[in-house]
């Protein structure tokens, strides 16, 4: 069954750092989000992207945070200062388009960002 | 908007016993309604999902839930739990396809021999 991917598993960058997180979408799919969970807390949406766009976004994504499908198959997240509030479990979603039915939104294993 | 209330944090119950887990959804427009599973170190796994079709929805690992609009819940059971549901479960609302998923905050669910 296809799934999706994410590198690196875990993530360890100083105070400062740019980090880029990445995701393999599943291969039909043309709905990408990124959702982070700090440790103790809720699962929080922070962007959606489509069309080579971002759909909506969060408060939480602010001008430090991006995202790009540089090559047509990894969706990536980029965070270009870190703090240490970033540290977290970053979670990639993708979803495909199915007519006027919901898209079923399926989660990769995450990225577990520790900022130092 | 849309918002998910989880009641219970923590739920425990003895292997065999009926699992009943809640949750009780805003929503200013139709939702469609999630139950995701997270076993420790892991990624959302989808259990079930509620797209306005059937009110009852059944999922995987014998898992069901019920849309009850006039309750604003979409509860999720199980009628015999196993020592390998212990897990943490999430239920999500979401306002339409493509949308965000807006997340309750868990509930812990601990099965006991």
């Known amino acids: 069954e296809p799934e999706v991917t994410q590198t690196p598993s875990h993530q360890v960058t100083q105070m400062g750092q740019e980090v880029i997180l990445r995701c393999v979408p599943i291969?039909?799919?043309?709905?990408f989000y990124w959702y982070r969970q700090i440790l103790g807390q809720k699962v929080e949406f922070l962007v959606s992207f489509y069309n080579n766009e971002i759909s909506e976004k969060s408060e939480i994504f602010d001008d430090q945070f991006s995202v790009e499908r540089p090559d047509g198959s990894n969706f990536t997240l980029k965070i270009r200062s870190t703090k240490l509030e970033d540290s977290a479990m970053y979670f990639c979603?993708?979803?495909?388009?199915?007519?006027?039915?919901?898209?079923?939104?399926?989660f990769g294993p995450g990225t577990r960002l520790t900022v130092l | 908007a849309q918002s998910v209330t989880q009641l219970g944090s923590h739920v425990s119950v003895s292997e065999g016993a009926l699992v009943l887990l809640r949750c009780n959804y805003s929503?200013?427009?139709?939702?469609?309604l999630f139950w995701y599973v997270q076993y420790p170190n892991q990624g959302l796994q989808l259990l079930l999902k509620?797209?306005?079709?059937?009110?009852l929805v059944k999922g995987i690992n014998g898992f069901e839930a019920e849309f009850k609009k006039s309750e604003t819940s979409f509860h999720l059971t199980k009628p015999s739990a196993h020592m390998s549901d212990a897990a943490e479960y999430f239920c999500?609302?979401?306002?339409?396809?493509?949308?965000?998923?807006?997340f309750g905050a868990g509930t812990i669910l601990r099965v006991k021999s």
């Open positions: 929503s200013s427009v139709p939702p469609y």
């Open positions: 999500a609302v979401s306002a339409k396809y493509g949308n965000k998923l807006v």
């Open positions: 979603a993708t979803a495909k388009l199915a007519g006027g039915s919901t898209d079923t939104q399926y």
């Open positions: 509620y797209t306005s079709a059937a009110t």
């Open positions: 291969s039909n799919h043309l709905y």
